[in-house]
């Protein structure tokens, strides 16, 4: 093997059967994997400086919607999250001059104009969900007394902590308790009813697993609601809190 | 010019040519008999079979019973009805212990399985069910010497008897802590005879079945302890095996209307005629809905 070195290539040769030959190491292989990048940040350069305030500014009032962002369920969020993504996506095409070329200045305004705007929307789109946005409290709330429930008995559902919206959407399922000797699901319904307060809402011949809205009126410290099973005699049934959620 | 035909060797027999007619008349014979060898069965077919088998009791007097080869009963009836609106070729009907229902389904010995099934979420994991048919409850028997036995308290100290296989266990399980001793024997003769000699003081399963105990033995003055019942209703359903959900709910749909007939109404009295003078408003309490059919027929699970 003679190598010979040259300012950024060598050359390497070997003799013999069964011998293997390495070919250019280099620009060869740089080309392969890093070529679009040598490119792309040779094309970066050129961009004006004057584009990337805005730009970090967009970037500066996503994140703070996203940090201050409350927590909750995925659905309420994706409008806002869709507004932040636009706005970077806008002024990042402003950045690299997709909107650029033009000699109005029009386009180019518009565009930054209106990252900047989805950017603000979606800051105070998030602020107004913390304030009124869905809370999940599923995890919050349990039966009490635990344990099977008979025909005609009563037990309560308590969401520990305040009631922080006026509304308590409610969903309860309901089970056999002996899958192996009965079958009792079909025929039970429930009678639910906030308990105390200014409003009292009683909501009767609920089935398993449909969604209940609850109005809480004012503020309340604690919320309850009690839940009467109805189902035929002899029944042992399993009652759980399937999703619970405050709401304006 | 014309030809001279060239002179055929002697001692050779000159073969013709068939002729087209001949040929296609051949050929037509032919691909009739591949068409034929090769076509699928014009009988009609359920749950895949050209012929059903059902499984069902022959121990049971009233709803499945069999002496001299003479069968009677609520299910006996009910498999006649089955048979002749689905008009397919059925086999006579093979017995099946209460322990043996879901494993001769599974297993493919039994395409259907009348036996007093009680539909219940886990055996519907396993095989599909098509009712209910009917509902009951667990209720007891008792001799001539239970006249003290009036409610549960009384069975208090003393040995009820079921038998393997059922959902009547569970709930004589729950009585253990009343001071009621359960014994379990392999099936429900056996547990008629311990009554009848006096060896348990009640026996227990599912009212439809005790009141034909009762009729049967009504010489030993057998009886059902009224409005004595525990656990959950029992809901009759005809099993089938999974994967075929079309013939289930074809099924279905023929029970839903026969329940509504006056032949249910007399097929049950005619074969359990205690429970009509035990219970005059029965048809109320035994009669399953449209909506109780459809929540637990051809599914995995019952509908919420």
Redesign the interface.
């Known amino acids: 093997m003679t190598p010979r070195r040259s300012t950024d290539t060598y050359d390497v040769k070997s003799t013999g059967s069964g011998s293997l030959t390495i070919g250019k190491v280099g620009r060869v292989v740089l080309s392969l994997f890093a070529g679009d990048v040598s490119e792309f940040s040779g094309r970066a350069k050129r961009w004006s400086g004057w584009n990337w305030p805005p730009f970090f500014l967009v970037l500066a009032l996503g994140a703070t919607a996203l940090i201050a962002g409350p927590s909750g369920p995925a659905r309420q969020f994706a409008w806002v999250y869709a507004a932040i993504g636009t706005a970077v996506v806008l002024s990042f095409c402003r950045v690299v001059g997709v909107v650029g070329d033009s000699r109005s200045p029009v386009p180019r305004a518009l565009v930054q104009g209106s990252a900047l705007l989805l950017a603000v929307l979606g800051l105070v789109g998030m602020d107004h969900l913390a304030e009124h946005g869905e809370i999940d409290v599923t995890g919050r709330t349990h039966l009490s007394p635990s344990g099977p429930m008979t025909r005609m008995s009563a037990a309560q559902i308590v969401v520990d902590g305040p009631a922080q919206r006026s509304w308590l959407r409610l969903t309860v399922a309901?089970e056999?308790a002996?899958?192996?000797?009965?079958?009792?699901?079909?025929?039970s319904e429930l009678t639910l009813q906030l308990i105390g307060g200014s409003n009292t809402g009683r909501v009767e011949g609920v089935?398993?697993?449909t969604p209940v809205e609850l109005p809480l009126g004012g503020s309340r410290t604690e919320v309850r609601v009690q839940v009467v099973l109805s189902a035929?005699?002899?029944?042992?049934l399993a009652v759980s809190v399937a999703s619970a959620a405050f709401h304006d | 010019m014309s030809r001279t035909p060239r002179p055929r060797p002697a001692g050779r027999e000159t073969l013709r040519r068939p002729s087209a007619g001949f040929a296609a008349a051949l050929a037509v014979v032919i691909t009739a008999a591949l068409t034929a060898c090769g076509s699928p069965s014009d009988e009609p077919r359920f749950l895949g079979a050209e012929r059903v088998t059902v499984a069902t009791h022959n121990d049971l007097p009233g709803i499945s019973y069999s002496e001299n080869y003479d069968r009677s009963g609520v299910d006996y009836l009910l498999f006649k009805r089955v048979k002749e609106e689905l008009g397919v070729r059925f086999s006579e009907p093979v017995d099946v212990s209460s322990g043996d229902r879901i494993a001769q389904l599974e297993g493919g010995t039994a395409d259907m399985v009348i036996a007093s099934f009680s539909?219940?979420?886990?055996r519907?994991r396993k095989i599909d069910f098509v009712g209910p048919y009917f509902k009951t409850?667990q209720g007891f028997l008792v001799g001539s010497d239970g006249w003290d036995i009036t409610k549960i308290e009384d069975l208090r100290g003393k040995r009820v008897c079921t038998w393997d296989g059922t959902?009547s266990q569970?709930?004589l399980g729950n009585l253990k802590g009343m001071g009621v001793v359960v014994q379990v024997l392999d099936d429900a003769s056996d547990c008629i005879d311990a009554l009848v000699d006096g060896q348990v003081a009640a026996v227990s399963t599912d009212q439809a079945i005790l009141y034909g105990f009762a009729h049967q033995h009504a010489a030993e003055s057998l009886r059902v302890l009224p409005g004595l019942?525990?656990?959950?209703?029992q809901?009759y359903g005809i099993g089938l095996p999974k994967g075929h959900r079309e013939d289930c709910r074809k099924l279905a749909g023929w029970l839903k209307e026969f329940v509504g007939t006056s032949e249910w109404t007399g097929d049950i009295a005619t074969s359990l005629p205690e429970l009509p003078l035990a219970d005059p408003g029965w048809v109320s309490t035994h009669k399953p809905s449209d909506?109780?059919i459809d929540?637990?027929s051809c599914r995995d699970k019952?509908?919420?």
């Open positions: 309901v056999d002996d899958p192996l000797q009965q079958s009792c699901t079909p025929e089935r398993a697993g035929e005699e002899g029944c042992l | 539909i219940t979420p886990e519907m409850r959902t569970e709930a019942t525990i656990g959950a209703p809901l909506a109780s929540a637990r019952p509908s919420p």
